[in-house]
């Protein structure tokens, strides 16, 4: 073979290969680009715009980002988010830690009761919100009825703005528990039993085999866990929407809430689009910290 | 599953924890019973106070339900949206984790990266820019509109590529002597030894699809487009204070997902405990 010949037909492979690449790759690669990234690129440009989505757009640069930053408002919808968190996550895992440890252990129907503490997790959550708030309707509610029953106060739930956010929080745990308690399960039945074992040799006790083998060598998942939560928690929105539409005036509003009623209520998509990016910046920071601070606490075997 | 902490030592330990987690359990459903209870009670008993055993249980919710929204339509458009986006994620996703898996071209890390990146990005930042977008090209307030965001999923994508990754390379050797080109190797070879990861791929898009509201709630405005979620919160705002009518809806929206929970049950749990993706 000449060397020009060798030449063309390794162009010619190279040829078709690319046209192969191009085969597989525009499917997926077209629509993440015209449905995702340039819609990402959009939403920064618009950040930095005056527009309510009719009229032209109205260049204020970064006067969006200044006047969310220096609105109460802002303030106070993460701060709702952030009080969210706090109630949601210590409540979820604990619960969900308490059935993964129970339901590791050779139980009647263990199988049957796992699936129970999970179908929560596949319904959707605008018809699960429905039944929370019936559930806990001030009047003519179960929750508030049961508490008569016993003689405790029934609050307001969703229509009182102090247990607005707790109604929320409530609903949430119960909703997410089945999630929780897989991730740990798994988490669980990854630890060697020989230390298990090991441990028991030593003479250590049921409690304390827990707290100083179990638990530590959980960490991984428990890592897991705190991060999707805290991701999500930032992201709550249909539940807060369907149960408090982010009242009673304004006590419950998260920050995609705002988003929403920014965009699609007050037709500020400039400013909508800035408090999006601010909540992406708060969760990619947030994230990264446990990111870097895993090592101090987390045990990877 | 294997265990690997020993059980409780004695019966009675065992069996008081058993009892604890079964009531655990009975609470965790109880509130699905108490939708089909409060959906079969008449109208009038609702403000009385509640109570498990409905007197006279009636249907009439249903009734009024099924005239209020067009049920069935929004069902329809449910299963149809999920179904689609879908299978669109499968057909896209398992290309994409081929030739990222076993083609070798130029800037691939880079592109995989952007892929990732689509990743990162929360909805709440997509929905103004991309509800313009649509608007622009006349597009919104359609099944098209549903669909956009979920045509391919880099989640999808990752999943999928860490599945294709492990699969032999000597098989692709050997199909390519005898004669296999890519379509043939990724379609007789790649493909059906992923089908678990595809399997889980399923499970994770037809429930993100279902359940989605945020999207629907700002593209559609039409009744007869509206899905699921989209009708229940319609449903909300029209029955205030009709209770039945408004848990019938909800019974309506939850059964179906349930039944096939019930029968999926396995790929979803070990699917979730692996990839670990709501």
């Given at each position: 073979m000449t060397d020009t010949a060798r030449k063309a037909g390794r162009r010619r492979a190279a040829l078709k290969n690319a046209l192969w690449v191009l085969v597989f790759l525009a499917p997926s690669a077209v629509p993440l680009l015209v449905f995702k990234l340039a819609p990402m690129f959009a939403s920064a440009w618009v950040s930095l715009h005056k527009w309510n989505m009719i009229s032209p757009m109205e260049w204020v640069g970064l006067g969006n980002y200044a006047d969310l930053l220096t609105s109460g408002n802002t303030w106070e919808v993460f701060s709702h988010t952030l009080l969210y968190i706090l109630g949601y996550l210590p409540l979820v895992y604990a619960g969900g830690l308490l059935i993964a440890v129970a339901l590791n252990q050779k139980l009647k129907a263990r199988g049957f009761l796992r699936a129970a503490y999970f179908v929560?997790?596949?319904?959707s959550w605008v018809a699960v919100a429905l039944v929370w708030q019936w559930l806990l309707n001030p009047s003519n509610g179960l929750v508030n009825h049961l508490l008569g029953l016993v003689g405790l106060p029934q609050p307001g739930w969703w229509t009182d703005p102090t247990w607005a956010i707790p109604s929320v929080i409530l609903a949430s745990a119960w909703k997410d528990l089945g999630f929780v308690m897989v991730i740990l399960l798994a988490g669980l039945q990854a630890i060697p039993q020989e230390i298990q074992e090991a441990a028991t040799v030593d003479g250590a006790g049921r409690w304390r085999r827990f707290w100083s083998v179990t638990f530590p060598l959980l960490s991984p998942s428990t890592f897991f866990v705190v991060v999707i939560s805290l991701i999500n928690g930032f992201q709550v929105f249909d539940q807060v929407y369907v149960m408090t539409g982010g009242g009673?005036?304004?006590?419950?509003?998260v920050a995609v809430g705002r988003i929403y009623d920014l965009a699609?209520?007050?037709?500020e998509a400039g400013t909508a689009s800035a408090l999006s990016w601010i909540l992406f910046a708060v969760i990619l920071a947030v994230t990264a910290v446990q990111m870097r601070g895993q090592k101090k606490w987390v045990n990877y075997a | 599953m294997r265990d690997k902490t020993r059980g409780a030592s004695l019966p009675l330990g065992r069996a008081l924890l058993w009892i604890a987690v079964a009531l655990g359990a009975a609470v965790m459903l109880f509130p699905f019973l108490w939708t089909v209870i409060t959906s079969i009670t008449?109208?009038?008993?609702?403000?009385g106070g509640p109570s498990l055993f409905v007197k006279d249980p009636t249907l009439s919710a249903y009734a009024e339900l099924f005239e209020s929204i067009p049920v069935g339509r929004i069902v329809a458009n449910s299963l149809a949206i999920a179904v689609a986006s879908t299978l669109l994620q499968l057909v896209t996703g398992s290309m994409a984790a081929y030739a990222f898996s076993r083609l070798a071209f130029k800037g691939k890390q880079f592109v995989f990266g952007c892929y990732l990146a689509t990743l990162m990005i929360p909805l709440q930042v997509l929905v103004a820019p991309l509800f313009m977008m649509l608007t622009r090209m006349h597009l919104n307030d359609t099944y098209f509109a549903l669909l956009a965001p979920n045509i391919a999923s880099a989640f999808g994508i990752f999943l999928l590529k860490q599945a294709v990754d492990g699969v032999p390379k000597e098989l692709d050797e050997a199909a390519r002597l005898d004669g296999a080109g890519h379509l043939r190797i990724f379609g007789r070879v790649v493909v059906p030894l992923v089908k678990p990861a595809m399997a889980a791929l399923t499970v994770f898009a037809f429930m993100e699809s279902w359940n989605s509201f945020l999207w629907p709630l700002v593209v559609i405005r039409s009744p007869e487009l509206m899905t699921l979620p989209l009708g229940l919160s319609y449903l909300q705002g029209q029955f205030t204070t009709d209770w039945n009518i408004v848990m019938a809806g909800s019974v309506v929206s939850i059964l179906p997902i349930v039944v096939v929970y019930l029968f999926a049950q396995k790929h979803i749990i070990a699917g979730m405990a692996h990839t670990g993706l709501k």
């Open positions: 929560p997790v596949v319904t009673p005036s304004g006590a419950s509003q699609f209520r007050y037709g | 008449p109208q009038g008993n609702l403000s």
